[in-house]
């Protein structure tokens, strides 16, 4: 595909910034949890998952612009690690505990964003030697 790089590029900026947005809400509690703030309480935290995702999706721009094939194939695996810490967090915020939260849209483009990405990386545009 030709421009499989730069959506990669561009769908793994717009996945950083689904992080800041709210990912449920709790209203019985009156929370709002996001990919920043996951604490609930002392006993339950979820963390900042910003953080992964924003060094994934930074190695992965890294190695959308790298020419190489060591960079093609390790964006693949990072790829793959991304996709799946996305379906990590989707299992995890949206389980329902003493009641079922209410999911935000933002927590559905985490996983769609991040199914981009892999995508983009399955189809790499690089000039091999001949």
């Known amino acids: 595909m030709k421009y499989s790089q730069q959506i990669g590029i561009v769908a793994a900026l717009a996945l950083i910034a689904v992080c800041f947005m709210p990912w449920?809400?709790?209203?019985?509690?009156?929370?709002?949890?996001?990919?920043?703030?996951?604490?609930?309480?002392?006993?339950?935290t979820f963390g900042r998952?910003?953080?992964?995702?924003?060094v994934y999706?930074?190695?992965l721009i890294l190695f959308f612009i790298v020419q190489k094939v060591w960079a093609k194939r390790f964006n693949l695996f990072l790829g793959f690690i991304n996709f799946c810490w996305a379906i990590k967090n989707y299992i995890?915020?949206?389980?329902?505990?003493?009641?079922?939260?209410e999911i935000k849209p933002a927590l559905y483009l985490l996983v769609f964003f991040a199914f981009v990405i892999l995508l983009a990386t399955f189809l790499p545009k690089i000039k091999l030697k001949s």
């Open 57 to 59: 999706c930074s190695l």
């Open 49 to 54: 998952q910003v953080v992964p995702h924003t």
């Open 92 to 101: 995890i915020f949206s389980m329902c505990r003493p009641e079922c939260p």
């Open 24 to 44: 449920i809400e709790i209203p019985t509690l009156k929370l709002v949890l996001s990919g920043t703030n996951g604490k609930v309480n002392d006993a339950l």
